[in-house]
């Protein structure tokens, strides 16, 4: 299911990297990059990306569009250098993660995936074709990778008071609450052989007084789950989709909207107003902001040091 829903992804959105396949390979298997002689794959990064890139769609377009898909590949290829070099400098310690640790972290996974046994974890997984050895070893990688940013990072102290007021001052901006709106969207591309009849269809089905949005677009677009975009800010929006929502209610719906690649039609999920920054109100988030800020500092140092020691190649 995961791999269909990749794939579908690939004709959602226009490729953004230029990249050549070897013979015998598709481009989903295209190699992005190498570290001391590992591949990464296009394949290995879309699971990374494919929420985002969806979502990217109701922000821009065109060659915008493909800059920022590009963009958001690039720093996904650049975590995925930077877990496997923090991995291999795992492997050269003495220490190792118990069985009971990654028992416990599979277990977490589990019910995060609102499984209430093992046995129905099992059964999503196989469903989903995945195996629980490949969960393992991912999982155990994870765990690898934030033991070792840990024993990096070590925070001397907390910001004063005075510290994080001149940060919440000279950061005003990053704490006030935008105009967002939650969207859900259903697209037909251009490309379906039966685009007028089935645009046809969504509209009527959507002038129903209890319309089901979400089941439509299971119905029409499988491959784009329940079609949920997330909350974008309205400033974000792409301007057809701006004109097309001058006031916005929740559960409104607009559409069809004729964009690039065929139509659209958007569901107001939420809408929050914008709000101004109030220090009293972020204090914590504050705090852990600036803490965030110095373990990123010491961890790009990390990174760096690893890399200088690595062989690392990029193909786009």
Request: neutral net charge; hydrophobic residues 40%.
């Amino acid at each position: 299911m995961l791999r269909k829903y990749l794939l579908a992804l690939m004709f959602m959105v226009p490729c953004a990297l230029k990249l050549t396949a070897a013979p015998g390979h598709s481009e989903m298997d295209s190699i992005l990059a190498s570290v001391n002689g590992e591949a990464i794959s296009l394949m290995d990064v879309l699971p990374l990306t494919v929420q985002k890139e969806f979502q990217l769609g109701a922000v821009y377009s065109g060659k915008l569009l493909e800059q920022e898909i590009h963009e958001l590949r690039r720093k996904a290829v650049d975590r995925m250098i930077d877990h496997k070099l923090v991995q291999s400098e795992y492997a050269k310690q003495s220490f190792r993660i118990s069985n009971r640790d990654i028992e416990r972290e599979l277990d977490e996974v589990a019910e995060n995936m609102g499984c209430r046994s093992r046995e129905e974890w099992l059964r999503r997984l196989r469903k989903e074709g995945l195996t629980l050895e490949q969960m393992r070893q991912d999982v155990e990688k994870g765990m690898m990778v934030q033991l070792m940013v840990l024993r990096q990072v070590k925070i001397d102290g907390s910001p004063t008071p005075r510290e994080m007021y001149e940060y919440f001052k000279a950061n005003e901006k990053k704490y006030s609450e935008a105009e967002k709106i939650g969207l859900s969207m259903l697209k037909l591309s251009a490309a379906r052989p039966e685009l007028a009849r089935d645009a046809e269809e969504v509209s009527a089905a959507l002038s129903a007084k209890d319309a089901d949005f979400a089941a439509l677009v299971a119905k029409y677009t499988p491959e784009a789950g329940d079609g949920y975009l997330g909350e974008i800010e309205r400033k974000l929006l792409r301007p057809e989709f701006a004109a097309a929502l001058p006031t916005v209610t929740p559960g409104q719906v607009v559409g069809p909207l004729k964009v690039d690649g065929g139509m659209v039609w958007l569901k107001v999920v939420s809408h929050k107003q914008p709000l101004g920054a109030d220090f009293a109100a972020v204090e914590g988030r504050i705090r852990q902001d600036m803490e965030n800020s110095r373990r990123e500092r010491v961890l790009r140092e990390y990174f760096r040091k690893l890399r200088s020691r690595a062989v690392i190649e990029y193909y786009f």
